[in-house]
């Protein structure tokens, strides 16, 4: 096969959506090298990183880069091509990673990666320019994809109820992997962990956006000292998105500012150091794809306390502690527990570890290859608008 693959989010600033690009990227290539990769560093006209590495950074037999612009406009005008698919060289698979969708291929299969519906939830949650961008690419590939990739079977459901049309057999479920294929690694502490030693800190890993909940747990954790629990401070690792303006006003509001520590963006090895070393992993987020940080700490033996909502529970099953993201009061009693029961932290490490160990990237990736398969086998999907008259 011949497999065009979006790499477009996988630069220097990514996030969960170019994780999962980035890991799936370099599965494929180890695990199926006998196929042809065109991997896009640019996709669509939604979503643009014009520093994105020029470099290939996924080295294998039949492997290169697709086109690069340096322009938003430059892209919509490549992307949005009548010739697309004569501009790719025919792919057999044109696989989109980040919400765009293309609408006019005839002849390659189009894949699409679903990674959430959480926009359609609660507006509030991100921008409206986001939002529309978001919801477009998914409408579009709704009526245009031959398959959808969802990352979580909570996905999955979510876009089979909003789009009761789309075929069900053409929706599979692919888990994402972690990024870090070696869990013995120690990392490197950032900066503001200088003066922190390990094993002393809450860690709470994520773009600090409304989605992710990060005032609600600021609010947990300022009852928690309140309530005289150890003094452990609280890390947010994460750069900053968007309509979160008032969050360190917040926090000087709550009196806790001189206990949280804001990393911003880390490196992985920054990452790797946090995880390893935190007193648990915290993530109250209302609604997620997937929620990669969960296995990522858990694979490292972070012990996890997550929300119970969206896809959660799926990733961290019985290892971790799960919580109805809206009660503050509940997220406060878990770590006033867990602070004081040191025999129960660490049974939630070696849970954590056990629990990461089932998601897998060559398997990941062997399905991802088999769903490829199927949907050449297959004709592509019979569009009623392309056949009005």
């Given amino acids: 096969m011949h497999i065009g693959f979006d790499v477009s989010q996988t630069g220097a600033g990514k996030a969960g ?27 669509g006209d939604f979503y643009l990183d014009a520093k994105i590495p020029a470099r290939n950074p996924y080295p294998g037999h039949a492997v290169h880069y697709g086109p690069r612009f340096l322009t938003r406009e430059s892209a919509a005008a490549f992307w949005n091509a009548a010739r697309l698919e004569q501009a790719l060289h025919h792919p057999d698979i044109i696989h989109a990673n980040n919400f765009w969708c293309p609408t ?31 919801f477009d690419g998914i409408v579009r590939a709704a009526a245009y994809a031959d398959w959808i990739i969802a990352v979580s079977h ?3 459901r979510h876009f089979l109820e909003v789009f009761p ?11 994402p992997c972690s990024r870090f294929h070696e869990p013995l690694r120690n990392g490197i502490a950032p900066g503001p962990m ?9 860690l ?44 360190n006003h917040r926090l000087e509001e709550l009196g806790i500012a001189s206990n949280v520590i804001c990393t911003g963006y880390v490196s992985d090895e920054n990452l790797i150091w946090l995880y390893r070393n935190c007193y648990a992993n915290l993530y109250p987020s209302l609604f997620e794809g997937f929620g990669l940080p969960i296995l990522e700490g858990m694979q490292f033996g972070a012990p996890t306390i997550s929300s119970n909502s969206s896809s959660l529970p799926e990733v961290g099953g019985d290892a971790a502690l799960l919580l109805d993201p809206e009660a503050t009061e509940v997220w406060t009693a878990a770590m006033l527990m867990l602070a004081h029961d040191r025999t129960k932290r660490e049974r939630m490490s070696a ?18 290859e088999t769903i490829y398969q199927a949907a050449l086998a297959q004709p592509k999907r019979q569009i009623q608008s392309r056949t009005r008259g």
Avoid at 22 to 27: E, F, G, I, K, V
Avoid at 116 to 130: R, V
Avoid at 351 to 368: E, N, Q, Y
């Fill in 17 to 43: 959506c170019g994780y999962f690009a980035d890991a799936m990227a370099r599965a494929l290539v180890d695990v199926a090298p006998e196929h042809s990769y065109a991997f896009y560093p640019s996709f």
């Fill in 104 to 134: 006019q291929i005839r002849q390659s299969r189009v894949v699409y990666t679903l990674h959430d519906l959480g926009f359609t939830i609660q507006p509030d949650w991100t921008t409206e320019a986001n939002r529309v961008g978001c």
């Fill in 154 to 156: 909570a996905s999955r």
């Fill in 165 to 175: 049309f789309f075929p069900e057999d053409r929706v599979a479920v692919v888990h």
């Fill in 194 to 202: 200088a003066h922190v030693e390990p094993g002393t800190f809450w």
């Fill in 204 to 247: 709470s890993v994520g773009t600090i956006e409304p989605r992710k909940n990060q005032l609600r747990l600021a609010e947990a954790y300022a009852a928690y000292l309140w309530a005289g629990g150890p003094a452990m401070p609280l890390v947010f690792a994460g750069g900053e998105g968007w309509l979160m303006n008032d969050f």
């Fill in 351 to 368: 849970d954590a570890i056990a629990r990461s160990a089932l998601f897998d990237g060559a398997s990941s990736a062997r399905k991802l």
